[in-house]
């Protein structure tokens, strides 16, 4: 204190505080002192921003350049869109935000214009020009596929250069083919349901199955008028439609619903189709003409019912001299409770033994002549129209009248009122 007692009063408070700074750091040298600054670090002021709040960028900043931002590489169904769109920026190679002269610089965006390609929404073509906002940015409208699968490239070209965007249109999940499920059974008795429903599945270009398309079952029917009938076979779906649809599943399995003969018996048919538009991801599909898939259709039949009736022909009455043929044939059309022909009926024609014959003649051979017999009982398969036709009919050597069945169970037995007719009887 001797020392510091022979100075002045000023200099001993700038000592005490060098001493003090010393001992317990430069935040107490401060409040005695000024300013302290680090160990190694030297006075002076920081740097000041500029006008723009960033370090070192200028205030006014326009793009020189166009760098992509965002939409490739990616791939998209066939006429469907692009889940990204196709992004550039117009920039300053100095790194800072653009901040003038950017806003309304046209972009034009182009795609091929053949082959794999789409369109843009805005436009409805394969070009589209936009304009860049203040920032430089630029989106282009909705890009969808078109029909065509294949990759290529879309430019977005300025006159700050030009990008481009790598893009795939892929025909996956898209319908190509439809296969047909075979039927086990394709036909049922008139009014009655078919035993199974009509199944198709959807595949793509791959072969891969397709979900989610939408698969329409239309029944057909018959000429009318087949075998003098007027009414057409045909059948119709639950609910009394004739067309019906279903969508694939996972397996791409479209599944009809169950359907009913009509009363009219015949063959007809039912197809199955699918739009262009189908395909999971497609909503707009076959505007543009997507692809054709070919229908499949399915070969059915109405069946007739049991035989109820039977009907003679033209030869219910007549007669013939004794041990002479009758003119006409015995013959008889079987029909349903619907009145449809029932072919392949059988029916048994019966005459009494004193009455006549049927003659039966076999077909020869080069080793063997034909063969004639006689029987009196004859079975006899009715055509596809129902008609079944006897063999030739003599009458015996006996004069009367006498009775020849017709009948196929369970229907009622139809009836021949036959003469033999004496000699000198006949007009």
Not at 248 to 275: K, P, R, Y
Not at 409 to 424: C, I, Q, T
Request: overall charge positive; hydrophobic content about 40%; proline content about 7%.
């Amino acid at each position: 204190m001797t020392g510091m007692a022979r100075l002045g009063g000023g200099v001993r408070r700038v000592a005490l505080g060098l001493i003090m700074a010393a001992s317990f750091g430069t935040a107490v040298g401060m409040l005695v002192g000024g300013p302290a600054f680090a160990s190694g670090e030297t006075g002076g002021s920081p740097t000041e921003p500029t006008g723009t709040g960033t370090s070192n960028c200028p205030s006014s900043n326009p793009p020189n350049q166009m760098t992509l931002v965002a939409g490739t590489p990616q791939t998209a169904i066939l006429q469907s869109a692009f889940a990204s769109g196709l992004q550039v920026a117009l920039t300053n190679s100095d790194g800072c935000p653009v901040t003038s002269a950017a806003a309304g610089i046209p972009v034009t965006f182009s795609a091929p214009s053949s082959g794999a390609s789409g369109v843009f929404s805005t436009s409805g073509s394969n070009t589209v020009i936009v304009g860049a906002d203040a920032s430089g940015s630029v989106a282009a409208p909705t890009f969808t596929a078109n029909t065509a699968a294949g990759g290529y490239t879309v430019t977005a070209s300025s006159q700050y250069g030009s990008v481009s965007f790598s893009l795939t249109n892929t025909a996956a999940g898209v319908p190509a083919r439809m296969v047909a499920i075979p039927l086990k059974r394709r036909s049922a008795r008139v009014a009655g349901r078919f035993p199974e429903p009509l199944q198709v599945r959807v595949l793509d270009a791959g072969g891969n199955p397709v979900a989610g398309t939408t698969v329409t079952f239309t029944i057909g029917s018959a000429t009318a008028g087949t075998c003098g009938t007027s009414t057409a076979a045909s059948a119709s779906f639950t609910g009394g439609g004739a067309q019906a649809t279903a969508t694939t599943d996972a397996s791409g399995l479209a599944t009809s619903a169950a359907f009913t003969a009509n009363t009219a018996a015949g063959s007809f048919t039912a197809t199955a189709s699918v739009s262009s538009a189908g395909g999971s991801g497609s909503e707009s599909a076959g505007k543009g003409g997507g692809p054709t898939v070919t229908p499949v259709s399915f070969s059915l039949s109405n069946l007739a019912g049991k035989p109820t009736k039977i009907a003679p022909g033209v030869g219910s009455t007549q007669s013939t001299p004794a041990g002479s043929a009758f003119p006409i044939r015995l013959a008889v059309t079987v029909t349903d409770a619907d009145k449809n022909p029932v072919p392949g009926a059988l029916v048994m024609f019966s005459a009494p033994a004193a009455g006549g014959h049927f003659t039966l003649r076999s077909h020869g051979s080069r080793r063997h002549r034909a063969r004639v017999s006689y029987a009196h009982t004859v079975a006899v398969k009715a055509s596809d129209c129902g008609i079944a036709v006897a063999p030739p009919f003599s009458a015996s050597r006996q004069p009367g009248g006498y009775i020849v069945k017709a009948s196929a169970k369970p229907a009622r037995s139809a009836a021949f009122a036959l003469v033999n007719e004496a000699p000198g009887q006949s007009q």
